[in-house]
């Protein structure tokens, strides 16, 4: 069976699985080492043999400060070196490109991710223990899988 993982990278991003049937399988918020990283991929490698990982194109963005840009940076070649060496598909959208294709209607924003992935996996657990707020890089990590597979990338 196929399966779609979508990756917000960053400190505050997400990763979920989605099966070629549009069953979310699991969501977490970024692990915090590339041990954590590394063992939800590799789980999921096991798991399923057919993979297509759906990751955000990012860049450095105006005014972010130099150090914070290169420890965002050797995180997603953290997160693409992982996928390369697991041997899954790796499809790199741009956040206009996913988001029009996902968020059609909607200002595109994060509050609007949230919002869809609510309505599109009404299972999904958004709101992460000891917090009030959705976690937005969760919502949007589900939501670039279901690109992928909308795309059947």
Not at 104 to 128: M, R, Y
Request: glycine share 12%.
């Amino acid at each position: 069976m196929k399966a779609y993982i979508g990756i917000d990278p960053g400190q505050k991003g997400g990763l979920a699985v989605l099966t070629e049937d549009g069953l979310l399988l699991e969501h977490i918020p970024m692990p915090e080492t590339r041990r954590g990283i590394s063992d939800f991929l590799r789980a999921a490698g096991m798991t399923y043999k057919n993979i297509t990982v759906v990751v955000e194109l990012v860049h450095s963005m105006p005014k972010q400060g130099v150090a914070s840009t290169f420890k965002f940076g050797k995180g997603c070649g953290i997160i693409l070196g992982i996928c390369t060496a697991l041997d899954f598909v790796i499809i790199e959208p741009t956040p206009q490109a996913w988001k029009k294709a996902i968020l059609a209607g909607t200002d595109k924003g994060k509050g609007a991710s949230i919002i869809v992935c609510e309505n599109l996996f009404p299972k999904a657990t958004l709101v992460q223990p000891r917090c009030r707020n959705p976690h937005d890089g969760v919502a949007e990590a589900i939501l670039l899988a279901e690109y992928g597979r909308r795309k059947n990338l």
